[in-house]
């Protein structure tokens, strides 16, 4: 059941993180910080909000996603991640789902979603084009050299 | 002269932005907040490096950039405003080295300045493309309908 997450998930969201297996120790430390906010602010202050697929206590995989300052209807998913046992079930397809509907509902116009262009990130990638989501940019060398950033983005309107 | 903005150039920071005549009321308060973070965090930990550039006392442009979280060696440019009765004399160009110059003592591979693709923003994009800068892509209806991001990059390495 997609749900919007609440403390008690807040440890289960790190250890996928941790243990999506794509994510470097910076990027699972950001995860971290964003959730704090989130949880001391709420979303609307911090501009972050979670969401979790919760199967009982069980969280499968979380997403985060955001207004883009300075923007009128741009959203940003920052993250999305599924624990290893629970792929292959639809679970980020779902977790996609919701946070699109979300935006929408708040008058989201397109949510970007940001990944890196090398191999580790294929599947990746692939969600992205099969949930009918357009390669839109890519900014070369970005992360860090011969780690491209790709702008993939759906929008909602057109 | 350029010189790391201190407390003192705060209100005149401020009055530039309010003056430049392309900012919106919600990208001035931007700066509002992005200062106070700078002050009272300081540039590390904040992320906000402004510099100015002043004659004696007076303000008569800033520049206010920072690594890309996530990123090893991306700067942004954040904002770049000149007093409009300074323009035409090299301000926005000092600034601009002196961010890139910055930037790239402290490891940095690239500055990205992101800005709006709308006919207001031409003198800016040729201001871009006039100093080295490449636009390497443009988001469709980004910031408003009508209204593309334009993504110009400066790679200090290639």
């Given at each position: 059941m997609i749900a919007i997450a609440t403390s008690a998930d807040g440890a289960q969201i790190q250890d996928i993180a941790a243990r999506a297996g794509v994510f470097n120790a910076e990027e699972v430390a950001c995860v971290s910080l964003l959730w704090d906010e989130y949880l001391t602010q709420g979303p609307v202050v911090s501009g972050y909000q979670f969401v979790v697929e919760r199967e009982g206590e069980r969280v499968l995989g979380w997403a985060c996603y955001g207004p883009r300052a300075l923007t009128t209807g741009v959203f940003d998913l920052y993250w999305i991640a599924v624990a290893p046992e629970a792929r292959r079930a639809g679970v980020g397809r779902r977790l996609l789902e919701a946070s699109e509907a979300a935006a929408c509902a708040a008058g989201g116009r397109m949510l970007v979603a940001e990944t890196s262009g090398t191999p580790q990130y294929q599947a990746t990638r692939q969600f992205y084009l099969g949930t009918g989501?357009?390669?839109?940019a890519t900014i070369r060398d970005f992360y860090r050299p011969g780690d491209d950033l790709v702008i993939f983005i759906k929008r909602f309107q057109d």
């Open positions: 989501y357009a390669g839109e």
